[in-house]
């Protein structure tokens, strides 16, 4: 039998997966990556998976629906899921990862794969053959507008942001305790804030001059990634029940909930730099510095890096996409990532791999293979896939996935951790039964 052959386009999270699923099926891998010699205004390193906005791949436990496609990721061999276990850092509930390490250690893996080549160049056709394009949201322009000359294929936008990051070094832990919610351990940062210091910050905050961004309107920030200044804007008190929420964070030294608490994240294993946690942003770095500087213990904040707003860019993918990720009037090419509408780091791996696992099964001739929507990971296929005339961005939640029958109903808030646990159960038993007999059952 000849050597089987794909392409994988773009060695983003869902790249990077892809290939490493394709190469340990056999397939020989060519994994076209623009970085070194081009890089988006988001992106600031060379390597692989490189994570633009944040170093947090969300909750672990089962009752989360994230931490139940994590789960899934694991059973089913996931690169990205081994160096996020193997670079974590504190961060309470959360699973987050030292960003350098852990691009670090995917980039090797993939570099020394004996079935992977890496081409660093731009590619602005789409490839002949088996092929998975995996460029996401931040697809460069040239293959943007291959990608849009698809026939029957429209594609949307919305808008993106990243957090800041300050040296560890240079805030006054005076003011600033250790502690994660509810008592969980101790691994974040909070700078407490008393209504007065609240509410002068919040005026500043939504008075502050933006960068300015062609095309940016208000509407069309991603719910989940709201830069702080729209946040405030909606609202007075809308961050004080967002990211600056004071509950399950008694201050120590009183014994008491402050008004409003910024989170920081640790981001290296060094414990040197560490991010604002849900402060995305788009203001001048200038005004990030002033406004950002007000909040307790971050008078003298130095910023290793600002925050940073990007458009994102994704397709229209119901009707066009497949539920294994396949457009449906080319087989043997697949989309992954970000770029299909799935929306987070882990949702984009787990396209990557779903995408890659199926591809080589068909060019190994073998069944597909189809996770039902019960599952987290079949859940987004689904979403991805089925009939929607208002297609936007979509985050993991139990909400996309089948709930299990017979259980009480989803308004009884007590019974809602037991409900969410069934379904992982129920997803996790049933994965690793089919990889046990080796396929779908």
């Not at 394009?133 to 029957?152: A, D, H, R, V, W």
């Amino acid at each position: 039998m000849s050597e089987l052959f794909a392409s994988v386009v773009g060695a983003g999270l869902a790249g990077s997966e892809a290939a490493w699923q394709l190469a340990e099926a056999g397939i020989n891998v060519r994994l076209y990556e623009m970085k070194p010699k081009k890089k988006t205004p988001a992106h600031h390193s060379d390597g692989f998976a490189e994570l633009v906005c944040s170093n947090s791949f969300r909750g672990e436990r089962l009752s989360s629906a994230v931490g139940l496609l994590k789960a899934e990721m694991r059973i089913l061999n996931s690169l990205i899921m081994k160096w996020a276990d193997q670079t974590r850092v504190p961060a309470g509930d959360a699973l987050a990862v030292d960003r350098e390490a852990f691009s670090k250690g995917i980039t090797l893996s993939i570099r020394n794969h004996p079935r992977i080549k890496v081409y660093e160049e731009e590619i602005t056709e789409i490839p002949d053959g088996a092929v998975i394009i995996s460029t996401g949201p931040l697809t460069s322009e040239s293959f943007s507008s291959c990608i849009q000359s698809i026939p029957g294929l429209k594609t949307l936008n919305f808008y993106d942001a990243a957090a800041p990051i300050v040296l560890k070094e240079s805030l006054n832990e005076n003011k600033i305790y250790q502690l994660s919610r509810y008592g969980r351990g101790e691994d974040y940062l909070n700078c407490p804030m008393n209504e007065e210091e609240y509410d002068r910050f919040i005026r500043d905050l939504v008075s502050a001059e933006t960068a300015d961004i062609h095309g940016f309107e208000e509407k069309s920030v991603f719910e989940g990634c709201m830069p702080i200044e729209s946040m405030a804007k909606r609202g007075r008190m809308v961050p004080a029940f967002g990211p600056m929420k004071p509950v399950g964070l008694k201050d120590p030294r009183t014994g008491k909930e402050p008004f409003a608490v910024v989170q920081l994240r640790q981001d290296d294993f060094s414990k040197t730099m560490y991010n604002i946690v849900g402060f995305q942003t788009r203001l001048k770095f200038s005004e990030q510095k002033r406004v950002f500087g007000m909040i307790p213990g971050l008078e003298n904040a130095v910023f290793a890096r600002y925050g940073v707003m990007h458009r994102n860019t994704f397709l229209h993918s119901p009707g066009f996409l497949n539920e294994r990720f396949e457009m449906i009037s080319r087989p043997l090419c697949y989309f992954a990532g970000q770029i299909t509408g799935v929306e987070g780091y882990i949702e984009s791996a787990a396209s990557g791999l779903y995408a890659g696992i199926n591809l080589a099964n068909q060019l190994k001739e073998k069944e597909p293979f189809i996770l039902p929507s019960f599952t987290a990971i079949g859940a987004l296929g689904k979403y991805v896939s089925a009939p929607n005339t208002r297609f936007q961005p979509m985050n993991c939640t139990f909400g996309i996935i089948d709930p299990v029958p017979g259980l009480p109903g989803k308004h009884k808030t007590q019974n809602k951790q037991m409900r969410y646990e069934a379904v992982s159960e129920r997803s996790l038993k049933y994965i690793q039964t089919v990889i046990k007999n080796g396929g779908n059952d």
